[in-house]
């Protein structure tokens, strides 16, 4: 094993004894869980422990219900009046504070979830532009909203309000930055946030804790430890939440709805699964699909919602590219998170190797063969991604969301065979169509958008850049999450309106005058 650089090193374990409610870092004494990376700190073996958290249950969870029910207040509390400007001021000092925590929340990335160097610098580095970007949205917002409209004798200023208490789940692939793609938005808007980090992942939020507490009012943002089972379920059953925001898996999503007593009133903000295809037609670029679909499909080692998961490959070419992506697998190099030229990372789920096995040892079983050398290859807390080919639909790994290192290729004929699977899948987030012959694109794209929310052509499936909306069909989500879209999905319009007279418009022109009201006023933010 090579030798851990000092900067990157487990000096001191972090037991997190604090939880922030009500704008408290209040001491937790209670049942803790350790924390584990399976990542080995020493030459022989063995996971390394990194702290623990708090396993809180029923009592803590409706102490944070409580505290951001009070927050909000009907509507009446400090956080959802207050003015844009100061909000905005809030967010701007705790992105400030955020910034100071990048060494420590890094390592932690590394350490958690075995993400690599690069991608966790890329990972904080992007979640602060985020924020920064969705603070200039709101701006934008604000000012477009800062004025009356006359419309059949009637004035009328149209702002966005927020809905009330929201329940934020994050994933564990990305802890930090698709938490916050819920989180900020929902923050920012005026909704006071009950939060509960992922399975993994949750103790990169340590060193954050303090600039949400001295940044936001009591009870804005509350912060949980637990199982979802645990602290979640009680959440949901109060009746209080107005918005689930959640990302992660349809199972987890509709137990929480189930466990509302007032479906109606519940807002869904969703990201779950995606089976994102690839489909690579005669006239494709070899080189440059296979660079693409090693990206999309072994990025962070597949454990991506918007990984490639199943490549379709035209017959016509099917033994070339799977000989070539084969090879381009296989030179891959796996090791620990700071080693330098890294592509494949120890996986942060200890059964995870386990279940990729059995996805393999099941489609081998029915026809398939792993084309790559090192395809399914164990190591202590890894196994090599496996190229499996031919796959069929009979075979598990066509069907499940693998998340994870292994590559199921399907050949076709005719294109109607990838679309006619993309119709029947539960899913429809994204594709990626490799091809050249405009003729061909053309009405293929056509289809494609009304199957999927984005058609990538000849590059791998992504969220970003940002401000393009992200959401998807069917099973894949609920709502759009983008800097613009995110900021309407944690809010709702609301107005005041008044007849157009001298009595009504005298009224007006002095709430304007005073500033008296933070919703009627025309301030601009720079």
Same mark, same amino acid.
């Given at each position: 094993?090579?030798?851990?650089p000092e900067?990157?090193?487990?000096?001191?374990i972090?037991?997190q004894? $604090?939880?922030?409610?009500n /704008?408290?870092?209040?001491?937790?004494?209670?049942?803790? $869980?350790?924390?584990?990376? &399976?990542?080995?700190?020493?030459?022989? @073996?063995?996971?390394t422990?990194?702290?623990s958290?708090?396993f809180?249950g029923?009592?803590?969870?409706l102490?944070?219900?409580?505290?951001?029910?009070?927050a909000?207040?009907?509507?009446?509390?400090?956080w959802?009046?207050?003015?844009?400007?100061?909000?905005?001021?809030c967010?701007q000092?705790?992105?400030k504070? +955020?910034?100071?925590?990048?060494?420590?929340?890094?390592?932690?990335?590394?350490w958690?979830?075995?993400?690599?160097?690069?991608?966790?610098?890329?990972?904080?580095?992007?979640?602060?532009? @985020?924020?920064?970007?969705?603070?200039?949205s709101?701006k934008e917002?604000?000012?477009?909203s800062?004025h009356?409209?006359?419309?059949?004798?009637?004035?009328?200023?149209v702002r966005?309000s927020p809905?009330?208490v929201?329940l934020?789940?994050?994933?564990?692939? @990305?802890?930090?930055?698709?938490? !916050?793609?819920?989180?900020? #938005?929902?923050l920012? +808007?005026?909704?006071p946030?009950?939060?509960?980090?992922?399975?993994?992942?949750v103790?990169?939020?340590?060193p954050l804790l303090?600039?949400?507490?001295n940044s936001?009012?009591k009870?804005?943002i509350?912060?949980?430890?637990?199982r979802?089972?645990?602290?979640?379920?009680?959440?949901?059953?109060s009746?209080k939440v107005?918005?689930?925001?959640?990302?992660?898996?349809?199972?987890?999503?509709i137990a929480?709805q189930?466990?509302?007593?007032?479906?109606n009133r519940l807002?869904?903000?969703?990201?779950?699964?995606?089976?994102n295809?690839? %489909?690579?037609?005669?006239?494709?670029?070899?080189?440059?699909?296979i660079?693409?679909c090693i990206?999309?499909?072994?990025?962070?080692n /597949?454990?991506r919602?918007?990984a490639?998961?199943?490549?379709?490959?035209?017959?016509?070419?099917?033994?070339?590219?799977?000989?070539?992506?084969?090879?381009k697998?296989?030179?891959?190099?796996f090791?620990?998170?700071?080693e330098?030229?890294?592509?494949?990372t120890?996986?942060?789920e200890?059964?995870k190797?386990a279940?990729?096995q059995?996805?393999?040892?099941d489609?081998?079983?029915k026809?398939?063969?792993?084309?790559?050398?090192?395809? /399914?290859q164990?190591s202590d807390?890894?196994? !090599?991604?496996?190229?499996l080919? #031919?796959?069929?639909?009979e075979m598990?790994?066509?069907?499940?969301e693998q998340?994870?290192?292994?590559?199921?290729?399907?050949? =076709?004929?005719?294109?109607?065979?990838p679309?006619?699977?993309?119709?029947?899948s539960?899913?429809g987030?994204?594709?990626?169509? =490799?091809?050249?012959d405009?003729k $061909?694109?053309?009405p293929l %794209?056509?289809s494609?958008?009304n199957?999927?929310?984005?058609?990538?052509?000849?590059?791998?499936?992504?969220?970003?850049?940002?401000?393009?909306?992200? &959401?998807?069909?069917k099973?894949s989500?609920?709502? &759009?999450?983008?800097?613009?879209d995110?900021l309407r999905?944690?809010?709702?319009? &609301?107005?005041v309106?008044?007849?157009?007279?001298a009595y009504n418009n005298?009224i007006?022109?002095?709430?304007?005058?005073?500033?008296a009201s933070?919703?009627v006023?025309?301030d @601009?933010?720079?």
């Open positions: 094993m090579n030798a851990i900067e990157y090193q487990i000096k001191d972090l037991n004894d $604090t939880y922030l409610v /704008g408290e870092l209040k001491k937790w004494e209670g049942q803790t $869980t350790a924390v584990f990376s &399976t990542i080995s700190s020493t030459a022989e @073996y063995s996971p422990i990194l702290g958290i708090p809180m029923e009592k803590e969870a102490e944070a219900v409580e505290a951001a029910s009070a909000f207040d009907h509507g009446q509390g400090l959802p009046t207050m003015k844009v400007v100061d909000r905005i001021k967010m000092k705790f992105v504070q +955020m910034k100071e925590t990048r060494s420590e929340v890094v390592k932690f990335l590394m958690e979830i075995g993400k690599s160097l690069g991608d966790s610098e890329k990972e904080f580095d992007r979640t602060v532009e @985020y924020i920064n970007d969705t603070i200039d709101y917002l604000n000012s477009r800062a009356f409209s006359k419309v059949q004798g009637v004035n009328a200023m966005r809905l009330g929201v934020c789940l994050g994933p564990y692939n @990305y802890p930090l930055n698709e938490t !916050f793609s819920l989180l900020i #938005p929902a920012i +808007m005026g909704n946030v009950i939060f509960k980090p992922a399975k993994h992942g103790l990169l939020i340590s303090e600039a949400f507490r936001f009012p009870g804005a509350n912060i949980l430890y637990g979802g089972r645990e602290v979640a379920a009680p959440v949901m059953k009746g107005d918005i689930l925001a959640l990302i992660g898996n349809s199972k987890s999503a929480l189930d466990q509302h007593p007032n479906k807002r869904l903000v969703l990201g779950l699964e995606a089976k295809p690839a %489909i690579i037609l005669p006239e494709a670029d070899l080189d440059l699909a660079s693409e990206a999309g499909t072994l990025s962070f /597949g454990q919602c918007t490639l998961k199943v490549l379709y490959v035209h017959e016509s070419i099917a033994e070339e590219f799977n000989k070539r992506f084969s090879e697998v296989d030179n891959l190099l090791g620990n998170p700071w330098k030229g890294v592509s494949l120890p996986l942060p200890k059964d190797p279940y990729i059995e996805l393999i040892d489609a081998t079983s026809g398939a063969q792993i084309i790559n050398a090192k395809g /399914g164990h807390n890894y196994i !090599f991604p496996a190229v080919f #031919p796959v069929n639909k598990r790994v066509y069907k499940e998340f994870g290192p292994v590559v199921p290729i399907l050949s =076709f004929k005719d294109i109607q065979e679309l006619n699977d993309m119709a029947e539960n899913y987030q994204q594709v990626s169509l =490799f091809g050249k405009a $061909t694109i053309a %794209i056509d494609l958008v199957l999927v929310s984005r058609v990538n052509l000849n590059s791998s499936c992504q969220r970003g850049p940002d401000v393009f909306p992200f &959401t998807g069909r099973d989500a609920v709502g &759009t999450l983008s800097i613009h995110a999905s944690f809010s709702i319009r &609301t107005f309106a008044s007849k157009d007279n005298a007006l022109q002095e709430l304007l005058d005073s500033r933070n919703f006023n025309t @601009y933010i720079l």
